[in-house]
């Protein structure tokens, strides 16, 4: 099986036999053999098979041993999988309904499609959030880029329209959405100038184009780029030609409007997980429900999550 037919039809047989989900697991963590997670050695593992519980069963969890340290090792260590209890053929379920879900996929859903506690679902489902994030070592945004801010929370009784202040009950967000279709989105401690532009130097090429609205704390930032081009909401002006913030717009919307309708309700501490997981959505809506899936197991690795950091 490869990622461009991995879909629920296809994934079926690995969801009602735990030790196909183990080989499914494998080949795609591991598509050119064992390789160990203590000392990264490729060569010469060992099969050590599978133990019996102590019940007497043969257990599917696939041991190997590297040839190199001589520690063993299993296809989980490292990820975003070790030390779950959970068996792995319902982690594959959680993971592609949460690739699937374009409003996202709250915990109470999970725990009654799997069959878990709640707890247990949203503790799964911050881990595969977590497999979700940006690649530390991805690449600068370039070409046209549009960028904006939004803020994330309840509304707040007499509480009027515009940019809440700083001491707000809401969280703001900039992301920065690239018209080849990238989304990257982090939370905002205050809506500075500055803290704008540190934003914008880390994530985008100086010889891009920069698309936002009239917001001045855009204007000191927009001249470290190629271009600065604005629209001025304030007058009833959206689009100009190609001068737009319509895309980044876009996203915004589909962004709160699943937060509200799917989460309800989600806390400053947890937001960065949640807008990880909606820019992952975002930048990869163009492939198959069953390539996501594909590319969530390979991002798994080096993204262990434990009970207590969350």
Same mark, same amino acid.
């Given at each position: ?12 047989k ?74 792995? +053929?319902? *982690?594959?379920?959680g993971?592609?309904?949460?690739? @699937?879900? #374009?409003?996202?996929?709250? =915990?109470?859903e %999970? /725990? ?7 707890? +247990?679902? *949203? ?7 977590? @497999?979700? #994030?940006l690649?530390?070592? =991805?690449?600068? %945004? /370039? ?14 009784r ?20 690239s ?20 934003v ?41 030609g ?28 947890h ?14 809506r ?18 262990r999550l ?5």
């Open positions: 099986m490869d990622n461009s037919t991995l879909n629920l039809a296809e994934l079926a690995h969801l009602t036999d735990e030790h196909a989900a183990w080989e499914l697991i494998e080949s795609i963590r591991w598509p050119e053999g064992p390789t160990c997670p203590h000392c990264g050695w490729e060569d010469g593992a060992y099969y050590l098979g599978n133990r019996k519980t102590r019940k007497g069963e043969v257990s599917p969890r696939r041991l190997w041993k590297c040839s190199h340290c001589r520690k063993q090792y299993s296809a989980l260590i490292g990820t975003i999988f070790e030390r779950s209890h959970i068996p792995l +053929s319902k *982690w594959l379920l993971i592609h309904l949460m690739s @699937a879900g #374009k409003n996202g996929v709250s =915990a109470h %999970l /725990s009654r499609q799997l069959g878990i506690t709640v707890k +247990s679902a *949203w503790f799964m489902s911050h881990r595969i959030r977590e @497999a979700m #994030k690649d530390p070592l =991805a690449g600068m %945004l /370039s070409g046209t880029i549009e960028a904006d801010e939004t803020y994330i929370g309840g509304k707040r007499g509480s009027g329209r515009g940019r809440p202040g700083t001491a707000s009950h809401k969280t703001a967000v900039s992301t920065l959405v018209r080849d279709g990238e989304a990257r989105s982090q939370v905002m401690e205050r809506v500075t100038g500055d803290d704008l532009g540190k914008l130097s880390s994530n985008v090429t100086p010889d891009s184009t920069l698309m936002t609205d009239e917001f001045s704390a855009y204007r000191k930032p927009g001249q470290m780029f190629a271009g600065h081009e604005t629209v001025n909401h304030a007058h009833g002006e959206y689009a100009r190609r001068v737009t913030t319509n895309t980044v717009e876009g996203y915004f919307s589909q962004l709160k409007r699943s937060i509200d309708g799917t989460h309800h309700h989600v806390t400053r501490h937001l960065p997980r949640y807008l990880a997981n909606f820019d992952y959505l975002y930048s990869t163009k492939l198959t429900d069953g390539e996501r899936t594909w590319r969530t197991i390979r991002q798994a690795g080096g993204r434990k009970y207590d950091t969350l």
